[in-house]
């Protein structure tokens, strides 16, 4: 059980145009989903918290008009990167837990390679 | 400010050698401590730990955690090539959502 399914596993853009990345709870709800970033041999960076319903929650120094995080229903969360540049480039990751259980380890999605050309 | 802090950041052992991961952590509300394995993509959860001073087991792998200390380790005994990775501690931290914090990781090479 508990599979976060990432979608797609990479992709290749072009600099200027849109960019979307769906992340899936298969079977449970996730009423938070979360969103890293990874560069190369580096940790996982939050960007953001996304919650059922509501606006996402930034962190310090991430974009919220170039990084569109939307979470529609308890089982998607899908994170837009607009108007893309080389410097988005990037390993993108998905998480989520389950809906009312807060210490449960959270599942990631396989994450998404994006590279900007 | 919250962190959580791993070492060594690097580690080169031979298969068949017994390795210990620490992490060490300072978060406001801690709840629990989590361990991931990172290979080429996402990270897989190793163990959860909540409570202190108990083991959690899984194959060659053990951790425990230290409430008072505000530390865990990882251990991997008789360490195979397979478990070449780096190694996540992760905390989750209770803001009214949930932020989880990580760690810079543990990049572990296991030489045949």
Redesign the interface.
Known sequence: GAVVSQHPSWVICKSGTSVKIECRSLDFQATTMFWYRQFPKQSLMLMATSNEGSKATYEQGVEKDKFLINHASLTLSTLTVTSAHPEDSSFYICSASRTGTPNYGYTFGSGTRLTVV | EDKVVQSPLSLVVHEGDTVTLNCSYEVTNF??L?W?KQEK?????L??L?SSGIEKKSGRLSSILDKKELFSILNITATQTGDSAVY?C?V?R?TG?????????T?LFVKA
């Open positions: 709840r629990s989590l991931y993509k996402a990270p897989t959860f163990f959860m909540t996540l992760a989750p209770n959502g949930f932020k989880t914090i990580f760690g810079a990781g990049r």
